[in-house]
């Protein structure tokens, strides 16, 4: 059984997405979107390894039929938990998780070190009409300049999975004197999850 990420046929988790991209042109766009994620089945590999396959769905709101988005899949090997998402594979946990815990979460792919780093497990988390009595905060990066920023963090609730997902890649105007310092956007994205609701088929 893995605490914050419970994997078995039939698990599926709805989410409200909100995605905000900035170009460079000035102009921003935001949508607003339900994913919903399936897990369909599981096998067994050829080194002994659990893979379980998951399935996204995609509507524009309530009422709308569900429209297939994409496929991938997760992987538990020992100790870690390997999530594939547009054919890249992230080592999203590492078992049991536990408060300091650190890898790299590219161990699996070819886009270099990226350090992954376990805060604030055992705590409360409200997430839309929800309270989740223990969750975990995988920080993925959290960094912030005059010039950029990169932040990126995925929240799990014991029993539940994956609550709370945020993704902020800015690159900020540097080109003249003025406005530097001053967080003006030129292009990147802000990108949110908020669990909506999950079970079992």
Partial sequence: M???FPLEPGRFWVYEVSEQRFSLNGTSTLQTFQLREVITGSATDPIGGTV???ERYRRASDGDV????????????????IKTESNVSYLK??????????????????L?????LVRNTGRPLSVLNQTFAETATVVQQNDSTLVNQDKRIEIYARDVGLVYK???????????????GK????YGIRFYWRLRSYGKL
């Fill in 112 to 116: 270099g070190d990226d350090e992954y």
């Fill in 166 to 180: 945020e993704k902020i890649q800015l690159q900020f105007c540097s080109s003249t004197p003025t406005c530097v």
């Fill in 183 to 186: 967080a003006q956007i030129d």
């Fill in 93 to 110: 946990l590492v078992l049991p998780v536990t408060e300091s815990g650190r890898w790299n979460g590219n161990a699996y792919n070819s």
């Fill in 52 to 54: 379980l396959r998951t």
């Fill in 2 to 4: 893995i605490d914050y």
């Fill in 66 to 81: 569900w429209q297939p988005d994409s496929a991938g899949s997760i992987r538990i090997y020992d100790d870690q938990l």
